[in-house]
């Protein structure tokens, strides 16, 4: 995805240094031409998760041929899906439609919120040919772009993106489709599948995620995180117990640094790492690894004596400053609703939990002095109410058919009337405060 908005936006720069002044306003237009959908539903999530679920079962086996079959309506989901990872979904859309051995592509993006022109629009014409997908057609609001524009283009983009590790590793991974077809509506293809190209490409991925500087602060907060754990005498511990001294070493480390966002983010994705069990070794450079401490206490973080509502919290806080706020709510919607097809059930609780932890990033990375000022307050933490409101009042438990006779979907009123219920709890909590 990263590269599709990377050509959308060099395109976009080439031509508007390139024509004349007087042809701008061909390029700009008052509206999007395609709707823009908003946050992604928990139930299309779940839709994506079973495309892709093919994939997932084929990393068990070694080389094995594996073919996926997707159909116009699941392909434009993926898109979506795949665009709330990336951007913003409220400013950016794509939409794809399939034709025999060709694929159009439009997709509408917001330049600015200021000037009332503030969309482009584009349209892509993708045709197979042997072995591979070539633009062949390129329209830039009402500018037709010229065939050796857009391959000289495509061309760079290329070239720019095999000197980064990341982007050489997915194009070995594209090379291992053995056949491509585009029918009206759908598209196959077939791959041969190597779980060693995929675990490469995984690696440098997590490499990529966080630079060296990055890397020593997660290795120090984790250490410092162990050394607070063995301290505690009772198995149960509350998660304002260790929150407090960690951003107080926050407070200290950003006398020096002078980054309180980068500071703040390294707290949060140590903690989730703690508490969700997860090695954080397989994110640092193998050079380094070795300082990382290997003891595990035998401590338990919780909220409201619940381990669960800690890993809800923190977890939904890590893929918010990884990711978004949007992301981490997207992926907890549809975290519930799959639970409410089990014994666990639909949980409000749950909900309220990942909100809270996904309000307290947002705050804590959303620039130096909101950051600093939230490494303060929760320097200061005494109880849990103050960060994670009161969840007595709140349901959970509940089953598919329970949720639809009480709510009917995330979309009604009913559903809307809870979840502002539990956005103002959280205000009201101390550390959001004014």
């Known amino acids: 995805m990263r590269i599709v908005f990377t050509v959308i936006l060099i395109t976009s720069l080439v031509l508007v240094i390139l024509i004349p002044a007087g042809l701008v306003?061909?390029?700009?237009?008052?509206?999007?031409?395609?709707?823009?959908?908003?946050?992604?539903?928990?139930?299309?999530?779940?839709?994506?998760?079973?495309?892709?679920?093919?994939?997932?079962?084929?990393?068990?086996?070694?080389?094995?041929?594996?073919?996926?079959?997707?159909?116009?309506?699941?392909?434009?989901?993926?898109?979506?899906y795949g665009l709330t990872q990336f951007a913003d979904v409220e400013k950016m859309a794509f939409q794809a439609h399939l034709f025999p051995e060709t694929a159009v592509v439009y997709a509408s993006i917001q330049v600015s919120d200021i000037f009332p022109i503030k969309w482009i629009n584009l349209a892509a014409a993708v045709h197979l040919q042997p072995g591979k997908l070539k633009i062949q057609q390129l329209r830039v609001g009402r500018i037709q772009v010229p065939d050796p524009i857009v391959q000289w283009m495509a061309d760079q983009i290329h070239a720019k993106g095999m000197d980064?590790?990341?982007?050489?590793?997915?194009?070995?991974?594209?090379?291992?489709?053995?056949?491509?077809?585009?029918?009206?509506?759908?598209?196959?293809?077939?791959?041969?599948?190597?779980?060693?190209?995929?675990?490469?490409?995984?690696?440098?991925?997590?490499k990529q995620l966080f630079s060296s500087e990055h890397q020593k602060r997660l290795i120090e907060y984790h250490n410092y995180l162990v050394k607070l754990s063995s301290s505690f005498r009772q198995k149960k511990q509350s998660l304002s117990a260790?929150?407090?001294?960690?951003?107080?070493?926050?407070?200290?480390?950003?006398?020096?640094?002078?980054?309180p966002v980068s500071e703040n983010t390294a707290v949060l994705q140590v903690m989730a790492a703690y508490v969700m069990n997860q090695d954080l070794g397989g994110f640092l450079s193998p050079d380094i690894r070795h300082t990382v401490s290997s003891s595990r206490p035998d401590v338990v973080f919780v909220l409201y004596g619940r381990e669960d509502l800690a890993q809800h919290f923190l977890s939904s806080a890590a893929i918010t400053v990884l990711a978004s706020g949007k992301l981490a709510r997207s992926m907890g919607m549809a975290?519930?609703?799959?639970?409410?097809?089990?014994?666990?059930?639909?949980?409000?609780?749950?909900?309220?939990?990942?909100?809270?932890?996904?309000?307290?990033?947002?705050?804590?990375?959303?620039?130096?002095?909101?950051?600093?000022?939230?490494?303060?307050?929760?320097?200061?933490l005494s109880r849990e109410n103050q960060f994670m409101p009161d969840i007595k009042h709140l349901p959970e438990n509940m089953t598919a058919e329970a949720f639809q006779n009480q709510f009917n979907?995330?979309?009604?009123?009913?559903?809307?009337?809870?979840?502002?219920?539990?956005?103002?709890?959280?205000?009201?909590?101390?550390?959001?405060?004014?």
Request: charged share 20%; glycine share 4%; proline share 4%.
């Open 164 to 206: 980064t590790p990341r982007y050489a590793h997915a194009i070995s991974v594209a090379r291992q489709i053995q056949t491509l077809d585009i029918d009206k509506d759908r598209l196959t293809l077939e791959f041969q599948w190597n779980p060693l190209i995929l675990a490469t490409l995984t690696g440098e991925a997590k």
């Open 242 to 259: 260790v929150m407090k001294p960690l951003f107080r070493r926050a407070v200290e480390n950003t006398a020096l640094s002078q980054d």
């Open 25 to 80: 306003i061909m390029v700009f237009d008052l509206h999007p031409h395609i709707r823009i959908s908003g946050p992604v539903a928990g139930a299309d999530i779940q839709r994506a998760r079973q495309i892709l679920a093919p994939l997932k079962s084929s990393q068990e086996k070694s080389m094995a041929l594996t073919s996926l079959t997707i159909s116009e309506n699941d392909l434009n989901l993926l898109l979506t």
């Open 335 to 380: 975290k519930e609703m799959e639970d409410a097809q089990t014994k666990s059930g639909y949980s409000f609780v749950d909900i309220s939990a990942n909100e809270a932890g996904i309000r307290l990033a947002e705050f804590a990375v959303s620039g130096p002095v909101n950051a600093r000022l939230m490494q303060q307050r929760a320097a200061e």
């Open 409 to 434: 979907s995330p979309h009604s009123a009913a559903f809307a009337r809870i979840m502002h219920q539990i956005e103002s709890s959280i205000d009201a909590c101390h550390i959001h405060q004014n």
